[in-house]
């Protein structure tokens, strides 16, 4: 899936629709991943002052990866 993500929220779709989809609770994602289940929790609400570090090691416990595309003008 390819998903163009703009913005926190987005991110938090993502992030929420994918662990659905693997079946994991936010406790489980939050074991697998090193964090706590309020980090989950407010990463899939779209909370713009998550840490960056831990998101990604969120998604890639997920198996998300992150591509950065450059738009020329």
Same mark, same amino acid.
């Given at each position: ?45 779209? @909370? ?21 595309? @450059? @738009?020329?003008?």
């Amino acid at each position: 899936m390819n998903t163009a993500i703009k913005n926190a929220g987005d991110l938090g779709r993502v992030v929420r629709e994918t662990r659905k989809a693997q079946k994991l609770s936010q406790n489980d994602l939050a074991g697998m991943a090193g964090t706590g289940r309020r980090f989950i929790v407010d990463l899939e609400k779209g @909370k713009e002052t998550a840490q960056l570090g831990k998101v990604l090691c969120v998604l890639a416990t997920l198996g998300v990866s992150v591509a950065a595309i @450059k @738009k020329w003008d």
